[in-house]
Structures are given as structure tokens and as C-alpha cells.
């Protein structure tokens, strides 16, 4: 719990250069000795974070801040928590945090224009024993609260606390309290979530972190996924100098226009096959049973996943996933649980194809055919769980909520998204889009001149932002760019075949993608694979390991040895 009396734990901390691991923890040195050599590390550079230990009352010196900070516009709160008193996230097991101070902070605060109390909020953890480097976790959703910074990013499942590993860790509400879309009625709250707020919280964590320690960080980190991804994206266009690697997950990039279109699409679809209740009102949820999604899973793994060298139930090689078409599973008489109706068929087809209007001009990127569909988390976004006619899908509960009070301009919150005018309802879209959605600028020039590198990851079962969304973008900055070798030097992306929105889904989806940027920016090693495993409480493949492969590539089974293992795959060319 956190502590604000004094404490004095005279331990310093020697991290590997270009290492992330687990903190070692040595005998005590005068402050007075380390300061200097910390000084003379730094200024040797040779890419690898510096140790710069704790003063001799770290408690102080959280407390201190309050007063030290030159922040204007802004009102800090700390307390301190001592080591070995907490554990990431709350665990009630596994390894103890080192002591650290918690900074939480707000920035500009004011009344908007519908009578709300405004602030961009923001959490900085600083160590006592800091390795140099600076980390920015994105958000998500609609944002509107504040990311336990001692978590890892939501793209990095497989990064043991950041924070424990000595990185100075950041997470922001994104200007405005609660996880509801109403703070679209102020239009400042409007530009906070699309880029204002990300930009403060930034600024003002460096500045406490030279106040803090004295000096700035020596490498600086984003790693988010969905509207983290988004994020992470805007901070290489926007401000192409505050960070020198960043990880969009699964990148909002078109959220504020084509893939909320998409999601009125295909709720539209799927709503117009459901079966109805006594009263004639359709449940959205029934329109696919879990068999049916099952026989669709099956089906396509039927098609492509003997393409990457072996059936393993886990299809690699996605381009081979193309050739799938449903028409396949349709009953050729009644509907049965072996079969799918003609409806479904169509509805399928329609979804996966992706959104347009009546004149037939493409509206977003279609979705890839992956066995992820039949998993819980393609239908909590898609169809819910509800068995009334009320739904729960998350294009209901997150999208609605999104489109009706921040992407229309003016807001329209009594808006009825089964009547979405595909010819009309995207212009309303268009104002917001400009400033929030991420996917023009296809050429960062600038991120990629002051040597700056970019890890895109998306499952290839994500139902809200398509993956071909991202390999759109990226064959775009690769056009822009030289050709896919020239831009692999600063920028890659990895797909990852099964995962759902970030995580989830019949997947080998736990990775340690910060790890994977470090070594690339402090190292110069671009990575050639990722490591990705499929943890032991796993439904479809527990303990699996499989590389994850930098785009166009994909793993390939060698011909022999285990299928569970990743060292018998390797990334190959299609």
C-alpha cells in the first residue's frame, strides 16, 4: 500500500544494457559516489539505458515534487510505496514491486461548455532505481480513466511489469472522467482525445522525470493497443520527436470513420437474420449460434491452414484464408446444426466483404477469413451475449456510443444505428475524422528521418479494426518509403493468426513486444520474429509457441519436430 513516511532502503539497481529482466539488486553506495558515475555513464551514450539509483529518501523526494514540479496549469498529488508492500496490478501473488512514487496529476482544468469539470489527467510511477527510460502506455475505449502504470501495455501481455523492471511508466484518462462518449458535446474535450492531452502528459512527465532524477530520459517508449494503437500513431505524425520506438496494437486508425461505419454495417446484417421475440423485435445475439461459428472456423481452417506446411488448427499463412467462401456450409434444404442457412450466407458474405454505399464504393477494408471468428471475443463485439432484444455487443454499447456523441459533428445522440445512411451518415463523420483518425499520413517523414522505429501487431480475428486495415496502411508507407526492405529498417508489423481485438481468440497471443523494441532501438537488432505463446490456461492450444513473422512473411511448420514448439516453424516468404 502506499506508504508517505520516509523510508531508506540503500539498494541500487544494475539493469543489463538493453535489457528489460528483472532488476538485480546489490549492496548500498553513497549517493555522493553514484551520482557522478551515473553522470559519466550517460554521457559515454552507446544506446543502452543508465542506471540512476535512488537518493537516500526516496519518500522525500516523491513528496517533494509537489513543490519542486514547474508545471504550470497543473496540480500534482504523490505517495509513495515502498518496496516489497505491492504487487503489479494488485496480485495477491507473484514478485513485490521495488519502491516507487506515484504521481497523479491534472492538467489545465476548466469547465466546459455543457457545465463539466474538465482536466487531462495523467499517472507517472517513477523508481526509485530508474534504468533510464521512459514509458507511455496507450488507452482504449473512450478512454476517461486512468491505466494502472505498474501493468504492462495492453500489446505486451508477455513484458513483465515495466515499472518493476525500473522504466518510468505514464498513462492518461485522456482529458475527461468516465468511460462514457458524452464529453463529445465540449469541443475541447473533443481535441484533448484526439491529440491534446497525449501531447501535456508527455511533456509534463519528461519534465518531472528530469525533476526528478536530474536529467531526461535516455530513451523514450509508447506501446498501446486500439485507440492505443491510434495513439502510438498520432504521436509518430503529430510529434514525430517525443518517442523513439512505438507499438500501435491493433490501430484505431480509422475508428472516428470507416470502421465505425463498418460496425453499423454489420450490426445491420447480422440484426436483419436474428430470429425475433414474441414482440417482433429481433435478438441480435441468436442471429449465429457458437456451432454455427464453429462450422465457419472449421470450415475456413479447412481451406487454408494446411497452406503454412502442417493442419495444426492454427492457420499462418493468411493470403491462402482468401479462397474461403461460406457458400460452402449452405443447407441445401432446411437449416440444421451442420448447415448454414442462406441468410447467414449472406450476411457472412456482406460482413466480411466490408461496408459501402449504394453506389458501391468501399466504405472500410473488408475482414479476414480466421477460425478467431468463432471465439468468445469476435462475438462479444460483434453479436453479445444477450438473450433478449436488448443487445450487448460492444458495436452497441462502445460504438453507438461513440458515433452518436463524439463522431458526428454536431453530436446526435438520439440517433438509431439500424438506420444508418450509408450514402449520407459518413459526411457527419468527416469534420471530427480530420483531426482523430490516423491512417493519411502514410509517409512519416519526420518519425522516420530522426531515426525513430514503429512495431504495428494485429490479430487477424480483431472484429472492430481489421487487420487489412493495417497491412493497407503499411503497403501504403512502404510505396512511400523505398520499397517493404527500405521501410522494414524503421517500421514492421506483425499479424498474429487467431488473436481477436488485442488478445483473445484461439491465438498464440502472449508476447513481449516492449522487449522486442528496446533491443531494436537500443541494440540496432530489428526483429526478425517475435516469440509468442499461448498460455497454459489456453481452451485451443495451451503452452503453443509459434514466431510471429514480419509481414509479408509467415511461419512456416520446417517438416519435422513438435507442432506445439516455435523453434520447428520459420518465417517464410509467401
Known sequence: MPQTRPTHHGRALQTPPGKTGPALRTSRWPTALLAPLTLALSACGGGSAVLVTETA???????DLVTKAQLSGTTLATSYVAADTRRPGGATSGSFLPGHCVV???INPRVGVDGKNYAIGFQLSLPDQWNG???????????GILRDTSLSSSISGGTASPLG??????????GHSGTSASFGADPQARIDHAYNSYDKTAVASKSLISTRYGRKPDRSYFSGCSGGGRQGM???QRFPDYFDGITAGAPAMRVSSGATVAAMWNTIQFNAIAPQDASGKRILSQAFSNGDLKLVANAVNATCDAADGVVDGLAQN?????????AVLQCSGSKTDSCLSSAQVGALKNVFAGPRNSAGKALYT???WDAGLAASGWRSWTLGNSTTATPDARYITLMVDALTNEFFTPPDVAFDPLKFNFDTDPTRMEAYSAIYDTYRDDKLAAFQQRGGKMLFIHGMSDPIFSAFDTIDYYERLAANNGGMAATQNFARTFLVPGMNHCSGGPATDNFDSIQTMVDWVEKGIAPQSITAKALASSADFPN???????YPQFAKYKGTGSVEVASNFVCTAP
Not at 527510460?133 to 478512454?143: A, E, K, P, Q, S
Open 104 to 106: 497523479t496529476g491534472s
Open 133 to 143: 527510460r521512459f514509458l507511455f502506455i496507450g488507452g482504449g475505449g473512450n478512454d
Open 165 to 174: 523492471q525500473g522504466f518510468a511508466v505514464v498513462s492518461t484518462d485522456a
Open 544 to 550: 503453443r509457441t509459434r514466431p510471429l513473422c514480419p
Open 366 to 368: 473488408g475482414q479476414p
Open 57 to 63: 529518501n526516496p519518500a522525500a523526494a516523491c513528496a
Open 318 to 326: 493468411f493470403q491462402a484464408c482468401k479462397a474461403f467462401d461460406p
Open 234 to 236: 498520432m504521436f509518430s
